[in-house]
């Protein structure tokens, strides 16, 4: 009988058994997912299950500054227990504003003495967008602005990954006026950094990334936007379940219309997956597998995670796009569905003689075809 992978790391996976209080099976089976979320060769498995087995976790500042909380939010309210046990046992975190009990002078020295303690070999984890405008001074911790933390923490950190849209690239907070001149953790340190983004982003990213750079000694391979590629390298439509619809022409027009009900494509109603990558549409969301993801529900993706679209573009405007253009067999997709034209309003008119009621029915019509100006290219992706 061949060796299961994880006979070598026996006695670690029982010392994680203990810590976790999970069976070696689901032990495994986290391993081989992380492996599979990561895009790694058959075999990888292992020695992520010889990182993770470790006792040696490697310590994890997590700073907090313009958000929501909603990262954190979404790693730890996971439904499957297993996963905030693991996110909380595979990393030590050593500063969370939101989750440490310290509070105050205590909390700065226990950043400070993590830092010393770990010289080089800390990870350092920043949450939410940092405001630069008037010298940084609408976010500031024990007296110092989120600007001066972030570069203090940064010059020391063996990683710097930016978890959220906010810390990516200003997310939320940098809409247009941007009045707090909310920036991303890049721009600030003025050198590329991992990013995570999503308002909020899966925390199987956030986890994978982490088991990455335990099991590797490096972060995963990024592209030009330091997101990794392993769950942002393909944009959502390429892999949403509704795609045969959109391809096939049927669009839900408008919430609760008959389209929507039966689960048509949601482009017509805004859905930016065309233009934005993630693995929402592969991976889910809240830990209960599959279809449970914004388009799934019912709601168009609104590009939470694409700099440019998310937060920039109207949520209802169409998207642009990205690399694909629908065969010319196939229905248009911007074509004018729902239109009635002023020729056949006016023979309405004549024969029904309810001049007011049609012309209130034009006006709706008119209101539902997609008369709406092509989206902004995304210049960064
Ligand atoms: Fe919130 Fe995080 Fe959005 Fe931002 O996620 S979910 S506002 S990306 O920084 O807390
Ligand atoms: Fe899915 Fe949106 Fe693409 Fe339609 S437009 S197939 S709903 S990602
Ligand atoms: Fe955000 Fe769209 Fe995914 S809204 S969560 S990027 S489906």
Same mark, same amino acid.
């Given at each position: 009988m061949s060796a299961h992978p994880f006979d070598h790391v026996e006695s670690s996976a029982a010392a994680v058994e203990a810590r976790l209080g999970i069976s070696r099976r689901e032990f495994s089976q986290f391993c081989a997912a992380t492996a599979t979320t990561l895009g790694l060769a058959a075999g990888s498995e292992s020695a992520i299950a010889q990182a993770v087995a470790k006792a040696q976790r490697p310590s994890v500042i997590w700073l907090h500054y313009q958000e929501c909380t909603g990262c954190s939010e979404s790693l730890l309210r996971a439904e499957h227990p297993t996963l905030e046990k693991l996110i909380l046992d595979t990393i030590s975190l050593d500063y969370h504003e939101t989750l440490m009990a310290?509070?105050? =002078?205590?909390?700065?020295a226990a950043r400070k003495q993590s830092m010393k303690d770990n010289k080089?070999?800390?990870?350092?984890?920043?949450?939410g967008a940092i405001p630069t405008k008037d010298n940084g001074i609408y976010c500031k911790v024990g007296g =110092?602005?989120?600007?001066?933390?972030v570069k203090e923490c940064a010059a020391d950190?063996?990683?710097?990954?930016?978890?959220?849209?906010?810390a990516s690239w200003g997310g939320m907070p940098s809409t247009d006026p941007n009045p707090t001149g909310a920036s991303g953790v890049a721009k600030v340190l003025g050198k590329p950094v991992v990013t995570i983004p999503g308002c909020p982003p899966n925390p199987y990213n956030f986890l994978a990334t982490v088991v990455h750079f335990l099991a590797f000694g490096k972060l995963p391979e990024v592209d030009k936007l330091g997101r990794p590629l392993f769950a942002y390298g393909r944009i959502i439509h390429e892999h949403c379940e509704r795609r045969a619809h959109f391809d096939a022409g049927? /669009?839900?027009?408008? /919430?609760?219309d008959e389209g929507h009900r039966k689960g048509h494509c949601l482009y017509k109603l805004g859905c930016k997956g065309p233009e934005t990558y993630a693995n929402c549409s592969t991976i889910g969301f809240g830990d209960v597998g599959e279809s449970n993801w914004p388009v799934a529900c019912g709601h168009p993706c609104i590009g939470c995670s694409e700099q440019g679209v998310g /937060?920039?573009?109207p949520i209802h405007a169409t998207a642009k796009l990205v690399g694909m253009s629908p065969p010319a067999g196939y229905p248009k997709v911007v074509e004018e569905q729902g239109k009635t034209s002023f020729a056949a309003a006016a023979a309405l008119v004549a024969i029904a003689g309810a001049a007011a009621g049609a012309s209130a029915m034009l006006t709706k019509n008119l209101g539902k075809s997609t008369g709406e100006a092509p989206a902004t290219p995304n210049k960064d992706a």
């Open positions: 310290a509070a105050g =002078h205590q909390a700065e080089g070999k800390y990870v350092l984890v920043v949450e =110092h602005t989120a600007v001066d933390i950190a063996a990683a710097v990954i930016a978890i959220g849209s906010c049927r /669009f839900a027009l408008e /919430f609760g /937060f920039a573009k």
